[in-house]
């Protein structure tokens, strides 16, 4: 599985500003992903693509809709309330895959179907508060730092077992899976290690407490790296730039945000 597609984190991939050209960009991705998943021997329909629309107007995230969109992943916690609230009249569930202070849990629970960044107890607590104040449930993945970077958000592998046991006193959270990010580089062999990390960890607790992961699910792999994620397992790919366009500031700025 030496497959290295090539592309680099700073990419030039080209702004989409029609239907048409969103639907030309979504099925290019959606050729990689199918590519990627014959070549590791996986039945196409166990990936999901996660468009991710962070930074990206609601003039644009229309047409993506137009063009077949109806899950967006948003990074900020403000900025998806925003904008689900100013396209309410589409129907559009929104998953919010960036870190998330617990003082802003409220807003997840009036209206994300999806958190994928939950890392702490204090926001597993909050959300868990205010989803039972809407009479919600939240899909939720556990996110796990795989890369020992400190810039990094997630929890320590080695503390992962003894929080899914922790989160599952919380009724209105049904846990998914396990997300991480993957050291940011364009050398493959570098970050492949971080998504056989994920799968490795979510094999263990499946090993030691199926019931604690749900369907156990992966939730890995963006624009420059979403083949090889998939090659190792990934069950979600967030794919933002190469379905919207190259953003204006490097993913640095955006990844990961200070609490």
């Known amino acids: 599985m030496g497959h290295d597609n090539g592309l680099s984190h700073d990419e030039q991939y080209s702004t989409a500003t029609t239907v048409e050209e969103f639907r030309t960009n979504i099925a290019e991705v959606e050729r990689r992903i199918a590519a990627a998943a014959e070549r590791a021997g996986r039945d196409r329909t166990d990936i999901e693509l996660l468009p991710v629309s ?75 508060r205010r989803l039972q104040g809407e009479g919600r449930t939240l899909d939720v993945y556990v996110q796990v730092n795989t890369s020992a970077e400190d810039s990094k958000f997630g929890m320590p592998p080695e503390e992962l077992l003894g929080f899914l046991k922790e989160v599952r006193a919380f009724d209105s959270l049904n846990v998914q899976g396990l997300m991480t990010l993957a050291l940011f580089s364009s050398d493959i062999d570098r970050v492949r290690p971080c998504f056989q990390m994920l799968r490795s960890l979510r094999d263990q607790v499946r090993e030691t407490d199926p019931d604690l992961l749900g369907p156990g ?43």
Not at 67 to 96: F, P, Y
Not at 118 to 128: G, I, N, Q, T, W
Not at 233 to 259: H, M, T
């Open 54 to 128: 962070k930074t990206v107007p609601q003039e644009r995230i229309r047409l993506a809709v137009a063009a077949g969109c109806t899950k967006l992943g948003e990074n900020k916690v403000q900025e998806a309330h925003r904008k689900s609230e100013e396209m309410s009249d589409l129907d559009i569930d929104w998953a919010v895959i960036g870190h998330l202070q617990s003082n802003k849990a409220k807003f997840v629970a009036q209206f994300a179907s999806e958190f994928q960044a939950l890392d702490r107890l204090k926001v597993a607590r909050a959300l868990d």
């Open 217 to 259: 699910r992966l939730s890995m792999g963006m624009s420059g790296d979403f083949e090889v994620a998939i090659e190792e397992g990934a069950n979600c790919v967030r794919v933002g730039q190469a379905i919207f366009g190259k953003r204006a500031l490097p993913d640095s700025y955006y990844w990961p945000e200070a609490d």
